[in-house]
Structures are given as C-alpha cells and as structure tokens.
C-alpha cells in the first residue's frame, strides 16, 4: 500500500483557431458585451478538422511526460474524461495508449461531463493508494464545438475545445489529500446531450446537440458547489485559510467568484482560464491546473482545491497537497 498519489508533470494543448464573441455575434443574436459580462468568456479555441480527443490528449500527454521525465512504458493505468470520443468504441483512452507506443497498461474512460477529470482522478489515486498503479495518465479532451449547436446562442457561446493532461505517481509524501465525487440523474432533462444513433423512436428526430437550461443549472451549481467546498476542508480538517489556490472547472466566471467568496478568496488565487478558453467541459480543471503550476503560481507545498460541475448532473472536488 501506498500512502498517497502525487502530481508529477501537466499538460496542455488549445487547437490553433481562436473564435471570438464578436465572431458569434456574426451569427446569433448577441454581444460581445452580453457574453463576457454573463459569462466571463471573451474567446475559444476551436478544433481542426483534423482533429480529435485522442489527438489533442496525445499532445498534452506528451507534455505531461516531459515534465514529470517519465517514458511512455513506465505508465501503468490511463484515464481518459471525454464527452466527445473519436468513437463510441475503441474508448478514447485505449486510442490514446496505441498513439502512446503503450502495450501493457489499463486504459479507459470516464464519461461524467464536466466533471470528468475529478472523478478521473479519484479514480487513479485509489488505484495508486491501493499499490495496483504506480505511475496514471489523466487526461481530459474535448471538442465540444461538435457537439453544440451554432445556432442556439444559450450554449454556443460557452463552450470551447481542448486538452489538459495530469501524471499522478506513488508517494510517500503528501500529494492528493481527499476527492469527493457525487452523482445525481436526476437532473437528466436540464443539462444533456442525446446520442442520435442510440435513441429510442421517441426521441429519434433529437440532434446530437449540448441543450441547457442554463439558469437553472446555473443556481443548482452555484449551490452545490458551494457545499462541497465545506465537505472537503471538513473531511481534512482543515480552514478555509490552509488553502492556497481554487482551480475551478471553467464554466461561467459568476459561479466561479461565488466559489471564491465561499472561501474567502481573492479571485488572485483562483486559476481563471476562461476568458480565452471558454468551458472544455472535463479538460478546464487540468487545463487549469496545467497553467497554474507551468507559469510558477503553484508552488511545490501549497494546498489546491480542485472543483468541478457537469452535466448528470455530476459534481466534485479534489484536495491536493502539490
Ligand atoms: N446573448 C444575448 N442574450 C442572451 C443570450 C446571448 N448569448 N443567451 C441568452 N440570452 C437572453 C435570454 O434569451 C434571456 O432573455 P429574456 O429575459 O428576454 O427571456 C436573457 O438573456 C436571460 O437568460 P438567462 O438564461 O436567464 O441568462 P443567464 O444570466 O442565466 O446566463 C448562461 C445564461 C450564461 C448560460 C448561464 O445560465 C450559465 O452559465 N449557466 C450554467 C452553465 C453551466 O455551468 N453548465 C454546467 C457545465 S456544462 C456541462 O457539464 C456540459
């Protein structure tokens, strides 16, 4: 057994096209104005052609060996969180292993939306606690401008595409603290995105199209979010003030300043990324994460809590001794 699993390299990949507010405006009825004072958003990345989840996890796994200085082989469990898999079979993960030159390891993945790269890495820290991983390849990718429909100006203004990527290895230090991951279906009918190919008569004319009621789940996050902060710092006994940075999923700039204030935070020790990457659904968190520590905000030693919200709806958090 192992005492705890510890964050050794992140990655990141955002494809080439950046598309503005002022583009969208050009072909739904908003602002450049609306969108980022309700949102926060000002642009997103948009996927190449060419592209896919596999593709861009690869380049942001590769990062993420870089600077952990591990080899491809010494991996032993990969997770990918996608709600957008180049296919529905073989699991994005196991693409990704082949592009990885990786034979002998478990690889697969983790459908949760948004909050797909907590439960990820739930996931993996209890493989690794438990001594069946010694090194787990997280990652999140997504092309979310696939899945959203360009003429629905409630959604398509939100989301953006791309890839984060976390190596987690064994230690005898302190790394991940605690994650807390939740699940109510619930919610189903105010937050999804149907599966055309898989649908019953009755929903056969469905497009496969993210739908939203956006202000509801607006509140329904705000809210649970804000529970979980407590859960987690009351599961480690720990203060608001024990906690250095807020790597929050990327979804609306107004849920992610009620988080803060939650915990007393200047939105200085939050890691916002969403100005110029939008919601990438279960790749934010590690997108996130990835620029916090790559440009030196997070320090080796400081306390992390990671948080997400999605589609389920499916919520957690993550406490990490980096
Ligand atoms: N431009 C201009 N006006 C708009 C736009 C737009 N892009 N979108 C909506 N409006 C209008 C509406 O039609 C409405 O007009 P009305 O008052 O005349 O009816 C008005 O603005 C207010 O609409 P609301 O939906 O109440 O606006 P709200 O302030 O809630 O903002 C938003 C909408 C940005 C979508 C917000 O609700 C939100 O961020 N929701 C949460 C998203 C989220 O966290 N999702 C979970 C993760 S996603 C995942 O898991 C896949």
Redesign the pocket.
Known sequence: MTKFSKILGTGGYLPEEIRTNDD?SQT????DS??FE??GIKSRRIAGADETASSMGEIAARKALQTAQLNPEEIDLIIVAT?TPDRVYPSTACLLQHRLGIKNCVAFDIQA???GAIFALSVADQYIKSGTAKHALIVGSEI?SRIVDWTD???????GDGAGALLLGASEEAGVLSTHIFSDGGYEDM?F?PNPQASTEANKNEAGF?T????E??KI?VNTLERIVDETLEANNLQKSDVDWLVP?Q??I??ISATAKKLKMSLDQVVLTLENQG?T?SASVLLALHEGISDGRIRRGQVLLMEA????F?WGSALIKY
């Open positions: 969208i739904v009825d908003t602002s609306w969108i309700r949102t709600g939306a948004c909050s979310c100006r409630g959604t398509c203004i939100l989301f937050l995105c993210i939203m009621r956006g202000n789940v607006f996050a999923h979804a609306n107004r849920i919601n659904s919200f999605g589609a389920g499916t």
